[in-house]
Each structure stands twice: as structure tokens, then as C-alpha cells.
Nanobody, 118 residues
């Protein structure tokens, strides 16, 4: 079993920055990928960014490329999402997602609210 604890959401003005954290734990935790999805009111959950844990390769949605950066602290089993130049359309609940195998399903965090005011 994998437990994910997210933090770092909040209210920020357009153009501002926030950093989200996702700390993973579990008796035999070993990440394959760690990343982030988001869900705005009335919309489906969408992919934001992910990192292949062993290689460090990163992937981003087009809507956040150049503004968001995913990083990690291996020793802490923690992933971070640095969000810069935030826009009102970035407002959503952000969910951490972890896979422990290539074909497995995501484990999900509890979600953290990010609100960007115009």
C-alpha cells in the first residue's frame, strides 16, 4: 500500500508562484512514476506533469510547459511541482499520482486546492 501526502496549495494572484509537494510512503514503496493531475470545477481530471523515477525523465502537458517544473528528492520519496507564471485557468484541485509499476494503476493523493485570482 502507498500513502501520499500533498501540501503547498493556496491562493495566489495571476503571475505568482506556488510549489506543491507530494511525500510518498509505504512498507515497500518503490516509485515507477510520480506526477500530478488536476481537476477544475465541472471538468475532467487532466494530466499535468510526471517524472519517470529511475531515469528522471519528465513529461508535461502543453498547457504548463515552460511554466511548471517537476522535481524530486529521492531520499525523501518526495516529488515537487514548481508552478510559475500562474494563470486563472490553472485553478483546480491538484492530485499527486504515483505508479509503482509500468502497467499498474495510479495511487492518488487527497488533493490540494490551487486558486489563481485575476
Amino acid at each position: 500500500q502507498v500513502q501520499l501526502v500533498e501540501s503547498g496549495g493556496g491562493l495566489v494572484q495571476a503571475g505568482g508562484s506556488l510549489r506543491l509537494s507530494c511525500a510518498a510512503s509505504g512498507r515497500t514503496f518503490n516509485a515507477y512514476t510520480m506526477g500530478w493531475f488536476r481537476q477544475a470545477p465541472g471538468k475532467e481530471r487532466e494530466f499535468v506533469a510526471t517524472m519517470h523515477w529511475s531515469s528522471g525523465n519528465t513529461y508535461y502537458a502543453d498547457s504548463v510547459k515552460g511554466r511548471f517544473t517537476i522535481s524530486r528528492d529521492n531520499a525523501k520519496n518526495t516529488a515537487y511541482l514548481q508552478m510559475n507564471s500562474l494563470k486563472p485557468e490553472d485553478t483546480a484541485v491538484y492530485y499527486c499520482a504515483v505508479k509503482t509499476t509500468a502497467t499498474g494503476s495510479n495511487y492518488w493523493g487527497q488533493g490540494t486546492q490551487v486558486t489563481v485570482s485575476s
